[in-house]
């Protein structure tokens, strides 16, 4: 991939999904494999990653696979062994966290840097970028400065820095996380995270005093940035991913097709940029976001450390304001929308908050128009007397519209490659040549006799009309030449099959045209890594990993938190959201705030959900938060997956 193109990057739960995520504009998806990937409810066959490899790249877009969780010594052959299938499958580049996997027989396959590595400097960019990794993606949580920064000490011509544009973003740093292992035994390093940071807690300072209650202070509103697209772009940004390797059909169709639309605009305006796949995409709905499921959004910390990011009221779907309650009765609830001209339907899911904030469903099973314009009669489906707090006044959002998802239900998009077509006369007959936009050209030649037709003035324009028919295949015509010394009578079924056979080559020629993207080749003599130390942090969970910090002249590595090592206090989360900024309660904040400054320290807060509680800790210089806590005896109790021990003294860690 050359570095004026830009990526469109989509995420697949299924074959079926990957397939749609192509038809409505993705340059690239990422999927997962049968096993090893970060997502251990998205497996796919290695079967139906090869039909989706075969689909993907008729249109030169891209499938990448995941492999990227930590991984046991006893699992390295079966991951090498994955990698050569998903190899022969045709697969364009494995996703990987575990720095194992660069020191065994792997496949010639091109490797990008999961987010799971968690690349924040330029250091550890140029790093991964020596050691092999083709594609990077980078930290959720950088500027536009730190990520034009990244960008000044990489290669493009070698590396492409790919970001998040787009879906949920976990609070912590990606691969920094280690409270479901050390509450459940459940890794996400490993694909099976609890989401504790979902959970509601309450927030005490270090008097004991309650600054905040029954708050998601850890859950953060969605990433969105449909607005910093060309900031991003002019940054060094050239994949751009959209996270949802959970999410559904319409999710993906919705957002793809959103982003498709926007760096379809880009390109327009920029004509040293391309797409780095083929073909233009249509779609029978207007793509918008607010439609599927999300907890708001933000921009993060793009344009800088922003107040708004936290959800912290519910992880739920809030939706969109429609209106309010005009009226309460025993069988249903009345609506006075504040669009006259918005319609319900049945099946719409609509919610409210209650007097603690809580979201509530109201799903409706039967929705009536009054004869007042804007008032509707909603019947839900649950009992009337169980939903808390429904009264006159309160605001009502639609957090699911079914009008929408039955659209989206349907087929929603088409993508076709516009060629141009040219009918010549040759010695043995008729030839026609097919050329697409990407300058791929197929042709097909016709044995046949001239025949005179019946009207001489209409020929031409009969054979144009015939040709330009191209129905179910890949293709649009751009323009049509018949370039005839005289006109012709062609059979119906012997033009059709000219045109079938001229098509077969064009798409040979495209398939032939694809070449695999190269593995990258290390730098030799191995390049230092940044640090010497690496504590359970650095997620090294096998021999091989270990191997390859050493031979990057590491002299002390911990093994991961996964390995059970780490029995006292240590940061099991590590963060750029910070509570104390949310609560207005940062040192920074009250600088030269009269009366208040001096007043306020970063001193410990504590998270308590139920019987759990963790410790926050702040450090201001990086502007950072720790989430300290320990592993529970009950993970400790059960049987370990497999030892690792190979550290020679123990680095100190974590914040205390």
């Known amino acids: 991939m050359q570095p004026h193109h830009l990526e469109l990057l989509a ?62 010594d006893d699992e390295l052959e079966g991951a090498r062994k994955l990698a050569w299938q998903l190899y022969d499958a045709g697969v364009d580049a494995l996703i990987i966290q575990d720095m194992g996997l660069l020191e065994i027989d792997m496949p010639p396959i091109q490797l990008h840097a999961s987010t799971q590595t968690d690349i924040r400097t330029p250091e550890k960019a140029k790093f991964l970028q020596d050691s092999g990794l083709s594609q990077i993606v980078l930290a959720r949580e950088l500027t536009l400065p730190q990520i034009s920064a990244i960008r000044d000490v990489i290669d493009t011509e070698r590396t492409v820095i790919e970001f998040f544009v787009h879906g949920a973003l976990c609070v912590a740093y990606s691969g920094q996380c280690f409270i479901s292992h050390a509450h459940t035994g459940r890794s996400a390093n490993r694909g099976d995270c609890s989401q504790a940071c979902r959970l509601p807690y309450e927030v005490k300072d270090a008097q004991g005093r309650i600054v905040a209650h029954d708050k998601h202070v850890l859950s953060m509103k969605d990433n969105n940035q449909s607005e910093n697209l060309r900031d991003l772009v002019d940054a060094g940004i050239r994949s751009f991913k959209i996270e949802g390797r959970y999410k559904d059909m319409a999710y993906v169709k919705n957002i793809t097709a959103h982003y498709r639309k926007l760096f379809d605009e880009v390109l327009t305006e920029r004509p040293e940029l391309a797409a780095s796949s083929h073909g233009r995409t249509t779609f029978s709905f207007e793509p918008d976001p607010n439609q599927n499921f999300n907890r708001e959004f933000t921009d993060y910390f793009v344009q800088g450390r922003k107040e708004d990011i936290g959800a912290f009221d519910t992880p739920k779907n809030p939706g969109q304001t429609i209106g309010w309650v005009s009226k309460v009765t025993p069988e249903h609830v009345e609506i006075t929308t504040d669009d006259p001209a918005t319609e319900l339907h049945n099946g719409d899911g609509l919610c409210y908050y209650d007097l603690q904030k809580e979201l509530v469903g109201l799903q409706i099973n039967r929705a009536e128009a009054t004869k007042a314009k804007g008032v509707w009669k909603l019947f839900p489906k649950d009992p009337m007397d169980g939903f808390k707090d429904l009264r006159k006044g309160v605001q009502v959002n639609r957090n699911r519209d079914m009008s929408w998802v039955r659209t989206l239900d349907k087929k929603s998009a088409e993508r076709r490659m516009g060629v141009w077509m040219q009918l010549v006369e040759n010695d043995k007959g008729l030839q026609l040549t097919l050329t697409d936009e990407a300058g791929h050209t197929g042709s097909a030649q016709m044995a046949i006799a001239w025949q005179e037709p019946k009207d001489a003035g209409q020929a031409e324009d009969k054979l144009k009309t015939a040709l330009g028919k191209l129905g179910d295949t890949l293709f649009e ?77 590491v002299k002390v590595i911990a093994a991961a938190y996964e390995a059970q090592e780490e029995l006292g206090e240590v940061s099991l989360m590590i963060t750029k959201h910070c509570v104390r900024f949310s609560l207005s309660l940062c040192p920074k904040q009250a600088k030269g705030v009269t009366g208040v400054q001096g007043t306020v320290k970063a001193e410990p807060m504590q998270l308590i959900n139920g019987k759990e509680k963790l410790t926050l800790r702040f450090d201001c210089k990086p502007c950072e938060m720790h989430v300290v806590g320990k592993i529970k005896k009950s993970v400790l109790n059960a049987v370990p997956e497999s030892p690792v021990q190979f550290y020679k003294s123990r680095p100190i860690v974590g914040l205390h």
């Open 11 to 72: 995420p697949a739960r299924t074959f079926d999904i990957g397939i749609e995520a192509i038809n409505h504009g993705a340059d690239a998806v990422y999927i997962g494999g049968p096993s090893f990937g970060a997502r251990s409810t998205a497996d796919n066959s290695v079967q139906d990653i090869a039909k989706l490899v075969h689909y993907a790249h008729r249109f030169h877009s891209r499938i990448f696979v995941t492999l990227n969780t930590i991984l046991r």
């Open 477 to 553: 015509p751009l323009d049509v030449q018949v370039a005839l010394p005289r006109p012709w009578f062609v059979p119906p079924s012997q033009l059709n099959a000219l045109r079938r056979d001229a098509v077969q080559a064009l798409e040979t020629a495209r398939a032939e045209g694809l070449h695999r993207l190269p593995r990258a080749v290390p730098v030799e003599p191995p390049v230092p890594y940044p640090e010497d130390t690496l504590t359970y942090l650095a997620n090294v969970f096998n021999q091989k990993a270990r191997d390859f910090y050493a031979k990057h002249g």
